[in-house]
């Protein structure tokens, strides 16, 4: 132990104010005054005195330890490896050297209002607090103006207002430090030029919250702030947050970070001119993330804010913000995992690109998807990509507003499931394809689409073939438009409910006919539903007849099968009609060629197809008369004197030339002809009453029997086909 008879005045002072526990006052003078050269020695303190005190060399010092205000310290402040049983305090001082602290031991370090050139101190331990408020370095070091690499700080770290300008590295860089408690970085100015990033805290530990709201942290060269694999004891704060990073590898990087409350970025922006805002794939937050009145705007094609495989324990939410990336993905978090809700709030998002502006490819959500005044754009892809998307909540869309080019669908739900119901209320533009394309939707309940949609290509406007709806599905107010393409596509789809279509969009006249020159085109084969839940029967034929690309006979069968299923077995009969019908139009070949097409249409035309009974048992009574008016007419005509072609039948059947025939009763004749045409077993009238077959007349008589009895055969034919369904076939 030194003695201090050999110290000047003013150190001596210093050095009995810490043995005292005083702060040693130094000057009144202000930081601005104390950086000028006309400062007096005894306002000065020698950098190697305060390494003296705290090593010990003047003996035990207060547990206050060394407490300096209003100094200017002369020299490299030298502390490396440096362990002591008290801490130091400078406030308001200015440091005209380095401050060297790399592997020392502190109770605390305060250096509150101070101008330093640098603090390095890579594996410094501070049993209690580090505070760095107010204070302001300005240095050109490539090695950081800050390090703290390493570092353990116990108690908190407190670098509100700091103030730090590197042009040559990194602000401050602290990977791998520990904090016991919160590191607030609040209303901070971080500026550098470093390619490894302004603000650096990859593999930190933080006990408490991270909070940096009102901060502004820029560089020039790379990221602004580098917190990959981070784990945070309570919150992340960006609240009111200005980042400014250049480059691919983002302006704010959160890579597999940790954050055990919540992520806040509210009322800040992050912006990058030449690479994503946030990188944060894998980020595992257990609480909320939120995006509250924030701006992003990136300019790469893996996305402006980057969540893939993130991890939100609690509800996600981006509400009154902004994001853009002219170069790809606004929002890009495939295989995102929300516990709670996911809701999107009058948010304003443009992207590029086909990976899409909003994209969540196998995301889960585990709760509802609620999108409000939302509008996304993407010239050159889809507005949402959402394709295998699972929603064990509802979604709900609401004044959602999609539009751009995209050849692969404007909003894309392709394998997407949702557990209760989908509703959609906006507007979907695509100037290049398909407006919703959702080949293979499964929706647990009910569907209901409100939506203006406008398409082109061949692939159709609204694409659902193969969905899975399990309540109803009705479009209400939707308005279909396209230049060139089928307005929906409901292949193979299956509705549990009752089905509602917008035939104002797809037949404008609403019309019941069997001709319609309105182009708009549904395509419904396979389509399956259960009951109807708009329109008459006679507008679902229409459709079916008049606005579907080709013939196909399943539409049909359904149709007819849910009048049937209804008590409205003539509606299903006539529907059936019609399809034969149309079968005969705008699928001949199915039939076959003459003459099958020739007997399709005798068959139509006579038999109903079978399915029209009354129709057959009028032609087959017309016959009957017709064979029973020939009988009688046969009773008339004279073949030779005295005989006509009908007469009484002669005993031995040996016809006598010589005397005159006996006629037969009117009665005799009706059922001699009805005997002739019935192709049944003969009522045995022509025993007393035939044709007479030996003459021309008589042949001539018989063979117009033979043909009446032969339609009638194939009446009968037809009608017993048409009663045990043999024709009845889906074709």
Not at 91 to 111: F, K, N
Not at 240 to 254: I, S, W
Not at 406 to 414: C, D, E, F, L
Request: hydrophobic fraction near 40%; include cysteine; charge should be neutral.
């Amino acid at each position: 132990m030194h003695g201090l008879d050999d110290l000047p005045e003013r150190e001596r002072e210093l050095v009995e104010a810490a043995q005292r526990g005083l702060e040693f006052k130094c000057s009144d003078l202000s930081v601005d005054s104390l950086v000028s050269d006309a400062v007096d020695q005894r306002d000065e303190v020698r950098a190697e005195l305060l390494r003296e005190l705290l090593t010990g060399r003047y003996g035990p010092l207060d547990p206050h330890g060394v407490r300096v205000r209003g100094a200017r310290i002369i020299g490299r402040l030298d502390l490396d490896h440096v362990k002591s049983e008290v801490g130091l305090s400078l406030i308001a001082c200015v440091l005209m050297g380095e401050i060297h602290a790399e592997y020392a031991t502190l109770r605390h370090v305060v250096l509150r209002g101070s101008h330093l050139n640098a603090l390095h101190a890579d594996g410094l331990c501070v049993e209690g607090d580090l505070v760095l408020e107010d204070v302001k370095i300005v240095s050109e070091n490539e090695n950081g103006s800050i390090r703290l690499l390493l570092a353990e700080i116990k108690g908190q770290m407190d670098c509100d207002s700091l103030v730090v300008s590197n042009t040559s590295g990194p602000a401050l860089l602290a990977d791998r430090i520990r904090v016991g408690s919160d590191l607030f970085l609040r209303s901070v100015s971080l500026a550098s030029s470093s390619e490894s990033g302004s603000l650096q805290v990859t593999g930190a530990k933080i006990g408490g919250d991270l909070a940096l709201d009102k901060a502004k942290i820029s560089n020039e060269a790379g990221p602004a702030v580098v917190g990959d694999s981070i784990k945070v004891g309570g919150s992340i704060h960006f609240n009111q947050t200005q980042v400014l990073g250049t480059g691919p590898e983002g302006a704010v990087r959160l890579l597999n970070a940790q954050i055990e409350g919540q992520a806040g970025f509210k009322g800040g922006a992050v912006i990058n001119g030449s690479g994503p805002a946030i990188i944060a794939d894998g980020i595992n937050v257990r609480r909320d993330i939120i995006f509250h009145a924030f701006k992003s705007r990136g300019d790469h094609v893996d996305g402006a804010i980057r969540l893939p495989g993130a991890q939100i324990s609690g509800q996600g939410e981006i509400l009154n913000s902004e994001v853009a990336n002219s170069s790809g993905a606004a929002i890009l978090a495939d295989n995102l995992q929300v516990g709670g809700n996911l809701i999107v709030q009058t948010v304003k998002a443009v992207g590029s690109g086909h990976f899409g502006t909003f994209r969540l490819v196998g995301a889960v959500i585990s709760g509802r998807f609620v999108f409000s005044d939302v509008e996304i754009g993407n010239a050159s892809g889809p507005a949402v990509h959402a394709d295998t998307l699972r929603v064990n909540g509802s979604i709900q869309w609401q004044r959602f507003v999609a539009q751009g080019g995209s050849n692969s669908g404007m909003v894309r739900m392709s394998g997407a499931r949702v557990g209760v119901q989908l509703d959609f209320q906006g507007e979907i533009v695509n100037n290049a394809g398909v407006a919703l394309h959702a080949d293979g939707l499964s929706v647990e309940s009910r569907m209901m689409l409100a939506i203006r949609a406008h398409g082109v290509g061949k692939l159709g406007v609204i694409r659902l073939p193969g969905a899975r709806i399990g309540g109803q599905f009705e479009f209400h107010r939707t308005y279909v438009s396209s230049t060139s393409a089928d307005l929906i596509e409901l292949q193979g789809a299956t509705v549990g409910g009752a089905m509602f279509l917008p035939f104002k969009s797809l037949c404008p006249a609403e019309g019941t006919g069997k001709v319609c020159f309105h182009p708009g085109r549904i395509g419904i084969d396979d389509f399956k539903y259960a009951t109807l839940g708009n329109g008459s029967w006679h507008q679902w034929l229409h459709l079916i007849r008049c606005h579907t690309g080709r013939y196909r006979p399943q539409p049909y069968q359904q149709l007819a099968a849910i009048e049937r299923a209804a008590g409205h077995d003539k509606n299903a009969r006539n529907v059936l009609v019609a399809q034969q019908r149309d079968r005969l139009i705008r699928s001949p070949e199915s039939i076959g060629k003459f003459p099958f097409t020739f007997f399709h249409r005798i068959w139509g035309a006579i038999a109903g197809y079978g399915y029209r009974a009354s129709y057959l048992a009028t032609v087959l009574i017309a016959f009957l008369f017709m064979a029973g008016s020939i009988g009688y007419i046969a009773g008339q005509v004279d073949t030779r004197p005295g005989h006509h072609v009908a007469e009484r039948v002669v005993p031995g059947n040996v016809a006598d030339k010589t005397n005159p025939g006996v006629s037969c009763s009117t009665i005799e004749l009706i059922g001699l002809g009805l005997d002739r045409g019935l192709p049944l077993g003969p009522a045995g009238m022509r025993n007393r009453c035939d044709l007479d077959t030996s003459t021309k007349r008589g042949q001539a008589f018989t063979i117009a029997m033979w043909i009446i009895q032969a339609f009638l055969w194939g009446l009968v034919t037809l009608g017993i086909a048409g009663y045990t369904s043999l024709i009845r076939r889906p074709s």
